[in-house]
C-alpha cells in the first residue's frame, strides 16, 4: 500500500475540471448541433444553428452569455471523477503490464488507455446524462444537481442515469483506439518520409491528423449518445440505439451522424493534443494523457509541469 502513487489520481482530475471549464462552450454547442433537426421530436426539428459560430452568437443573443455555461457544474463533477479515475487507473494498469517506461509498446499504451477510458467513463456516466440535458435544453431545467439527479432517479430510475452507458464506454474506446496509433503512425511518417525532425512542427502535424481521425471515427456514436441521453421521461423519441442511429440516418440523411463535427475536433485537437502528446512523448509525465484534448494550452501545460516535478520531488524552480 505504501508504494500507492495517489498523484496521478488528484493531479489528473485537477487538470480535467480546469480544461473543461475553458472549453466548455464549445462542448455545449456542440450538444446543440447534434440535438437539432430530429424529424420525429417536435421540440426541436428547427434547425435553429447553423454551425458553431453562429450557435455561440444566437445562444447569447437570446439566452444571454451565462446559457453558454449551462450545464457546467455536472460536467465539472464529471471531470473530477472521470479524468482522476482514467489518468490514475491508466498509470495503474501500465505498472501491472510494464516494468519500466522504456518497455512500453504502442499496443500497451493503447490498451491501458481504452481499459481506463471504459472504466472511468461509465463511472461518471451519470454526470454525462445531466450535463448534456443542461445543454441542450437550457433554462428548462432548473433547480440544484442534485435535484436534478434526484429528479432523474425518481422518474426514470438507474437505468436513467446510466442511460447511453454503452455508448458512453465505446466512444471512450474508440477515441483512445484511433488517436494513439494515428498519433504515432503520422509521426513516423513525418519523420521518415518526410525528413522532418523530431520537432514541435512534427507534433503539431501529427495532432492535427490524429485529432481528425478521432473525430472521424467517434462522431457518429457521439451524435446517437447525445440523443439518448437527452431523452426525457415520457418523451421517448428512439427505442434503443440502433433505433436512434437508423432513425437519424433515414431521416436527416447519412451526414446528420456528423452534426457538430467542427467543434468535437476542435476539441480532440490540434493545438490542446499537441500539449498532451509532447508532454507524453518527451517528459513521460503521467498526469498529461490524450483526454487533455479539453484543455486550455497554458493552464494544461503549466499543470503537466507541476505535477511532473512534485512527483520527482524536486523544485519548480
Known amino acids: 500500500m505504501s508504494n500507492f502513487n495517489w498523484k496521478p489520481f488528484v493531479f489528473g482530475g485537477l487538470a480535467s475540471v480546469t480544461a473543461e471549464c475553458g472549453t466548455f462552450p464549445i462542448d455545449l454547442t456542440k450538444t446543440r448541433l447534434q440535438v437539432q433537426g430530429q424529424v420525429g421530436d417536435s421540440k426541436y426539428r428547427e434547425i435553429r444553428y447553423r454551425g458553431m459560430l453562429h450557435a455561440i452568437g444566437r445562444i447569447c443573443r437570446e ?6 455555461y449551462s450545464g ?11 479524468g482522476t479515475i482514467k489518468i490514475g487507473t491508466y498509470q495503474s494498469f501500465k505498472r501491472l503490464l510494464v516494468d519500466r517506461p522504456e518497455d512500453e509498446t504502442l499496443l500497451t499504451n493503447v490498451l491501458c488507455g481504452v481499459l481506463s477510458g471504459v472504466i472511468s467513463s461509465s ?16 433554462s428548462v431545467i432548473q433547480g440544484s444537481m442534485m435535484g436534478n439527479f434526484i429528479n432523474i432517479y425518481q422518474q426514470e430510475g438507474t437505468r436513467g442515469l446510466w442511460k447511453g452507458v454503452s455508448l458512453t464506454a ?35 502535424l501529427s495532432s492535427f491528423a490524429c485529432g481528425l481521425a478521432g473525430a472521424l471515427a467517434s462522431n457518429p456514436i457521439d451524435v446517437v449518445r447525445t440523443r439518448m441521453m437527452n431523452q426525457t421521461y415520457g418523451a421517448v423519441t428512439y427505442q434503443g440505439t440502433l433505433d436512434c442511429l437508423l432513425q437519424t440516418s433515414r431521416s436527416e440523411g447519412f451526414m446528420a451522424l456528423y452534426k457538430g463535427f467542427f467543434p468535437n475536433w476542435l476539441r480532440l485537437g490540434p493545438w490542446n493534443i499537441i500539449v498532451s502528446f509532447h508532454l507524453l512523448t518527451e517528459v513521460d509525465t503521467c498526469y498529461i494523457l490524450i483526454n487533455y484534448r479539453y484543455g486550455i494550452r497554458t493552464s494544461i501545460n503549466l499543470l503537466g509541469e507541476w505535477a511532473y516535478r512534485l512527483s520527482r520531488g524536486s523544485s519548480y524552480n
Do not use: W
Open 63 to 68: 439566452e444571454g452569455i451565462s446559457a453558454l
Open 72 to 82: 457546467l457544474a455536472p460536467a465539472m463533477l464529471r471531470q473530477a471523477s472521470y
Open 123 to 138: 463511472i461518471a456516466n451519470p454526470t454525462d446524462v445531466l450535463k448534456i440535458r443542461m445543454q441542450a435544453q437550457g
Open 170 to 204: 465505446q466512444r471512450a474506446a474508440i477515441v483512445v483506439g484511433v488517436e494513439l496509433p494515428a498519433y504515432d503512425l503520422a509521426k513516423k511518417h513525418l519523420i521518415l518520409d518526410c525528413h522532418m525532425g523530431d520537432n514541435i512542427y512534427t507534433h503539431f
